[in-house]
Structure formats: structure tokens, C-alpha cells
């Protein structure tokens, strides 16, 4: 039973201008020719879910979205696998946490049954937009929800909008990148958005990007708000470490994001000879473990990118440092190929993530 009507485009993509898209796609450039989007009123609930052609949007502009930044994101991917069949990812975690952040942020949280429904509903409709896997390529989903009332007393909206979008994408960061641990900026901190999936973060990190740009790296390290020493998240992803001692480390979850990714890939650890650590990681012990050699490896992870491996640091204080021999290491690479494969259906789905669509 479909909880999402159906409205067809009268004007659907040509099949040959599609099969060019999906065959050498841009992230976030080309979209499917269908979103879903349902509607909450204060005591009535969600509502009128149904799946229309992708297109624009007419705000008020006193929608409280554009004024005090109630809106909230996920982002997950669909997969085909060899036999044509296409599956999502741990799309309940996304769910989860999708009701999580609407929580922190005072919105409607949108029901995990709808949610996963949306996911459902749209790819199997859009599934000719689902590329061959060849070059890691999927199609990835957003799923957003935003405040639309038009009020501007500063207080929570009453009326929200859901919306998914889809993109075919390719992978999003193509080499290995090098860290600027940031003197200037932090993330988040204690009784924050840290946990939350929200704008207002993204919007904050652009800074502190440029910043590592004009520095020749790829993307930021950040540390902690309170006491600038603690690692917290990299960019948009989860910072884990390889040690000598075959432990993969990541720092503790709090005020950071608790990536699918992330979580991912602690359970596969062992399966590596790893052995999964959560906990605090000083700046330090980060720099004098990659100058021992006690930290072999560090990457970041993430839905987008998968893992990158992380070759190399910089700061004003110590200056460049790079890992290892600046090259990706055998465990990154082991982990990344793993998760891989489970997602394209090349290895066994042995803890049940994989959700198939069509």
C-alpha cells in the first residue's frame, strides 16, 4: 500500500539525456524528475504525502525557515547491485536520527514509518535514475524538513514541510586530503547542535573550509569548543584513527554527529583484527602518535565520501605532518573496499543493513 500519491511529470527527462546523466554524474548537479513531500499543521499532524514533479518551491518570506533556521537533513544513498536489484543502506538509522535532530531543533519530528516509505516510494519510481555501480556511483538521497509558517515572534513554527530529493553522484572526494587543524573556528560545543543534522552547521563550516584551502588542504580538523584540544569531526565527516596496536579509534560521540558511517564501521572492526575504541582524543596525542608512529592511519568517514584517507596535517603552531608515508594505509583501505562491497552486494550483509527496493 502506498502512503505517498502519486503525481506524474507531464515532462519527464529523455531517456538518452537520463542514461548520459546517470552514466558520468556530478554531485548534487542533476536531480530525478520526482521529489516526496508531505505537510504539518499544529493539530492535524502530517499530511497530504504524495510524490509530485521535482520543481520549485513558493515560500512566504516571513517563513520562519529563512529567519531562524528551523530546518533539518539526511542523506543516505540507494545501490544497484549486479543482478539490477537496488537497496538502501540503514535507512532506519537515518530515520532515527532525522527524529532526533527535528527534536533538537523544536520541530515536528516526521514519522519513521513515512519516512522510510518516502525512500521507498521514490526510488522504485526513479530507479531508472539509479546508476551501474561502476566508479562507486549511486543515487543519493535528501531527505529535509523545513519550517514554512510565515510568523516572525521568535518561537518554534507550527507548520513544516518534508521533502526528499534525488541525485545520481559519483564518488565525492576523488584523492586522499590533507588536515588544517583550525585555530579560529570550532564546530560545536557543549549543549549545542553538535548532534544535530542541521544547516546552521554546514553554513558555519564554509569559513573555516576556505580557511584550509588557503592552506593546501582538503578539508578542516576540528577541536572542541571548551578547550581546544579534544578532536571532534573533520569537514562533514567522522575522524577515526588506526593505531599500532590494531585499535581503531574514534572520538566519543556528544557533540558530534553520530555518522551511520561511523557507526559502521565500528561494528566491522573486528572482522579487521581491529578492535573498536570510542573516546576522547587529544590534538597531542593525535600529533605525537603520528610522529612515533603509534597512529598508523587516519581517515574520515561519512556517507558522501565513504572513507578518505587523511595523508597529512597542518597548523600554524607545528607547521606540515604527514602519516605514514603520505600514502593511504592497508586497514583504510581494507575497511572502505569492505564497506563497499556489502553496500553493491559484493559481500555478505551479515548484521541485516541492506533494504531492498526493487
Known amino acids: 500500500m502506498s502512503l505517498f500519491e502519486l503525481r506524474r511529470t507531464d515532462h519527464p527527462t529523455p531517456e538518452v539525456e537520463r542514461a548520459a546523466i546517470v552514466a558520468d554524474p556530478v554531485f548534487g548537479k542533476f536531480y530525478a524528475d520526482h521529489m516526496a513531500v508531505a505537510d504539518y499543521t499544529e493539530g492535524l499532524g502530517w499530511r497530504d504525502a504524495r510524490i509530485i514533479p521535482t520543481g520549485q518551491w513558493q515560500l512566504h518570506p516571513a517563513a520562519a525557515v529563512f529567519h531562524y533556521g528551523q530546518e533539518i537533513f539526511e542523506g543516505l544513498k540507494a545501490y544497484r547491485h549486479a543482478d539490477s536489484s537496488v537497496w538502501l543502506f540503514r535507512p532506519e538509522r537515518n530515520a532515527r536520527r532525522f527524529i532526533s535532530s527535528a527534536e533538537r531543533l523544536e520541530m515536528a519530528p516526521f514519522p519513521e514509518e513515512l519516512f522510510l516509505a518516502s525512500l521507498d516510494e521514490l526510488v522504485a519510481l526513479e530507479q531508472e535514475w539509479v546508476p551501474q555501480p561502476d566508479g562507486e556511483r549511486s543515487l543519493y538521497l535528501r531527505p529535509f524538513e523545513i519550517a514554512d509558517e510565515p ?11 518534508y521533502g526528499l530529493i534525488a541525485s545520481p553522484v559519483g564518488a565525492y572526494y576523488p584523492a586522499p586530503v590533507k588536515l588544517w587543524i583550525t585555530p579560529n573556528y570550532t564546530r560545536a560545543a557543549p549543549g549545542g547542535t553538535g548532534t544535530a543534522k542541521c544547516g546552521g552547521n554546514y553554513a558555519a563550516s564554509l569559513a573555516a573550509a576556505n580557511e584550509a584551502a588557503a592552506h593546501g588542504c582538503g578539508q578542516v580538523l576540528y577541536l572542541d569548543g571548551a578547550e581546544h584540544r579534544w578532536l571532534e569531526e573533520c569537514g562533514t565527516m567522522n575522524f577515526m584513527m588506526v593505531t599500532n596496536d590494531d585499535q581503531l579509534v574514534t572520538p566519543a560521540l556528544g557533540s558530534i ?7 559502521s564501521l565500528l561494528t566491522l572492526a573486528p572482522e579487521h583484527g ?21 597512529v598508523a592511519e587516519t581517515f574520515a568517514c561519512g556517507t558522501a565520501a565513504v ?7 597542518n597548523s600554524p603552531e ?12 592497508p586497514r583504510t583501505r581494507e575497511l572502505r573496499a569492505h564497506l563497499l562491497d556489502i553496500q553493491f552486494g559484493r559481500a555478505e550483509d551479515r548484521h541485516g543493513w541492506l533494504r531492498r527496493v526493487v
Open 151 to 161: 510568523y516572525l515572534g521568535v518561537r518554534e513554527a507550527k507548520n513544516y514541510r
Open 307 to 313: 572513507i578518505t584517507p587523511i595523508v597529512g596535517f
Open 257 to 263: 554527529l553520530d555518522g551511520v558511517t561511523r557507526d
Open 274 to 294: 581491529l578492535t573498536p575504541v570510542e573516546r576522547p582524543i587529544s590534538i597531542d596525542e593525535l600529533r605525537d602518535g603520528v610522529a612515533s608512529g603509534r
Open 318 to 329: 607545528h607547521g606540515a605532518q604527514a602519516v605514514g608515508n603520505g600514502e593511504p594505509g
